[in-house]
C-alpha cells in the first residue's frame, strides 16, 4: 500500500530489489517528509521563539503548529503536555532524571516488565542505585504475554512508578494497558507507557489510556531521525525540576538565582529541532491520510500471512504468540546462528535485523542470545513476505 510514496523502496541491494523488512527499526521516509525537510530549509529556516523578524515568526509558529499536530494526534489535554525530545530513548531518561529527582527515594521501588527495551531499562536500573531504590521487575508467560500475576505480587506501598511498553519490540506482544493502568492506578501510583512500536501502528489516545507519560520516536513513524516526544500529565510536569538548563527553559536569571519557564519550554533547553518537529508533523499528516486503522489492518494482514508461513518452515520457532500482537515476527531456525541468517538473507536484498535487539533481560528470559526478526510497515507486501519465507528456506539449507 502506498509504495511509490516512498522513494528509497525501488532500491536494488545486492543486485535484487530491496526487502525492507526492519520497521521496528526505522521506518523509510514517505517524499512528502523528505520534501518538508527542504522546504523547511529553503523558506522557514530561522531560531525559534527569540526574534521579532518575520523568519523567526514563521518558523515559530510552524515549529509550535507541529507541537498542536502532535497534541491532536495522540489526543492529549494540551500542547503545553508535548515536550519535544531527541526521541523515546531520551524522553525517558528526562522523566527517570527529574521524575527521579521530585520523587524518589531510597527503599522506594520502580516496576518495569522483562519485555523493555534497554531504554525503558537501564535509565531506571541507574536512577534505582543513584537513589538507593530498588527495580522490580515484571514476568512473561512463555507466549510472551504479560504475567498480570507477577505485575500485581510486585505492586506495593513502595511503588513510586510502573513503566511498561506498549507493544514489545521483540515479540510483538501488545500489552492490555487500559486494564494495567486502571489497576496501578488503584494503587495510586503512576505509569509511564513506551509508545516507540505502539504509535506507529495503532491508535493511540493518552486520555482514553490515562497514562500519566508516553514517549516514542518520529523516526519509527515515517519521520526524521532526532526528534522524538515526552507527552506528561500536567500535575507530574508542573512539579518536576528541568532536565538540562540553558538558553529557553528559563523566565529570569540573576547572579544569584534563575526561575524557570512555563511548560513546555521547562524541559527543551538550547536551540529546540525546529525542522524536525515540522516534519515530523508532516508525517502524522502522512499517516493520517493513509489512516491509522488502515494501515494496521494492513499491518495485522501481512503479520497473519507471515506467521503462517514461517509456522511451515521446519525448525523454525517464532518467540512470542500473543493474540494481540503487532507485526513483528522474531524467530530462530535450528541449525542457523540468527547473525549468519540475517547476512545471507541481505545477500538476497532481504533486510532483516539479527540479534539481542536492545532488550537483553528478554534474551536471558528465553535463555537465547538473540533472534532474526522481520517487522512490517504499511508499505510492505505478502509478495515480500512470500520473497522472505523463500529466502529462509533457502538460507537454512545453506547453514544446516
Ligand atoms: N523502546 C522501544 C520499544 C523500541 O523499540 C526502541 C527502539 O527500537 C526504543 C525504545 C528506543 O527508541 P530510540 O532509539 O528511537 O530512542
Given amino acids: 500500500m502506498n509504495r511509490e510514496d516512498f522513494p528509497i523502496l525501488d532500491s536494488q541491494v545486492n543486485g535484487r530489489p530491496l526487502v525492507y523488512l526492519d520497521n521496528a527499526a526505522t521506518t523509510q521516509k514517505p517524499l512528502s517528509v523528505i520534501e518538508k525537510i527542504t522546504e523547511c530549509y529553503l523558506h522557514h529556516n530561522a531560531n525559534v521563539h527569540r526574534g521579532v523578524h518575520f523568519l523567526s515568526q514563521d518558523a515559530t509558529e510552524l515549529h509550535e503548529g507541529a507541537r498542536r499536530r502532535v497534541q491532536r494526534f495522540i489526543n492529549a489535554g494540551s500542547s503545553d503536555e508535548i515536550i519535544f525530545t531527541r526521541g523515546t530513548t531520551e524522553s525517558i531518561n528526562l522523566v527517570a532524571y527529574s521524575f527521579g529527582e521530585a520523587f524518589l527515594k531510597a527503599g522506594d521501588e520502580i516496576i518495569v516488565s522483562v519485555m523493555e527495551h534497554h531504554s525503558n531499562f537501564v535509565p531506571w536500573q541507574l536512577l534505582c542505585e543513584r537513589k538507593g531504590a530498588r527495580l522490580r521487575v515484571v514476568d512473561i508467560h512463555d507466549d510472551g504475554t504479560l504475567d498480570m500475576d507477577s505485575l500485581r505480587s510486585l505492586l506495593s506501598e513502595h511503588t513510586r512508578l510502573v513503566c511498561i511498553t506498549q507493544t514489545s519490540n521483540v515479540l510483538g506482544t501488545v500489552n492490555p494497558l487500559e486494564g ?44 526524521p531521525t532526532g526528534i522524538g516526544v515526552l507527552y506528561g500529565k500536567r500535575k507530574w510536569l508542573d512539579l518536576m525540576p528541568p532536565y538540562q538548563a540553558g538558553g529557553e527553559m528559563i523566565e529570569k536569571v ?58 511451515a518452515i521446519s525448525g523454525l520457532k517464532i518467540y512470542g504468540e500473543s493474540a494481540h500482537k503487532a507485526s513483528v515476527i522474531s524467530f530462530l531456525v535450528d541449525g542457523c546462528h540468527p547473525y549468519d541468517m540475517g547476512l545471507l538473507l541481505d545477500q538476497l536484498g532481504i533486510a532483516v535485523r539479527t540479534g539481542h535487539h536492545c532488550a537483553d533481560p528478554l534474551m536471558q528470559r528465553f535463555g537465547i542470545t538473540g533472534t532474526v526478526r522481520a517487522s512490517f510497515a504499511l508499505y510492505n507486501t505478502r509478495e515480500e513476505v512470500d520473497t522472505l519465507v523463500r529466502g529462509i528456506d533457502r538460507v537454512a539449507g545453506m547453514l544446516r
Fill in 180 to 223: 494495567i493502568i486502571r489497576e496501578v492506578h488503584q494503587a495510586g501510583v503512576p505509569v509511564l507507557v513506551d509508545g516507540a512500536q505502539s504509535v506507529p501502528h495503532l491508535r493511540v489516545d493518552v486520555q482514553a489510556l490515562d497514562c500519566d507519560f508516553l514517549v516514542f520516536s518520529g523516526h519509527k513513524i515515517y519521520g
Fill in 254 to 311: 540573576t547572579l544569584e538565582k534563575t526561575t524557570f519557564n512555563v511548560l513546555p519550554y521547562k524541559f527543551e533547553a538550547g536551540t529546540p529541532d525546529f525542522i524536525g518537529t515540522v516534519a515530523l508533523a508532516e508525517a502524522l499528516d502522512y499517516v493520517d491520510r493513509v489512516g491509522i486503522d488502515r494501515i494496521a489492518a494492513h499491518e495485522k494482514e501481512l503479520l497473519d500471512y507471515a506467521t503462517s508461513q514461517l509456522n
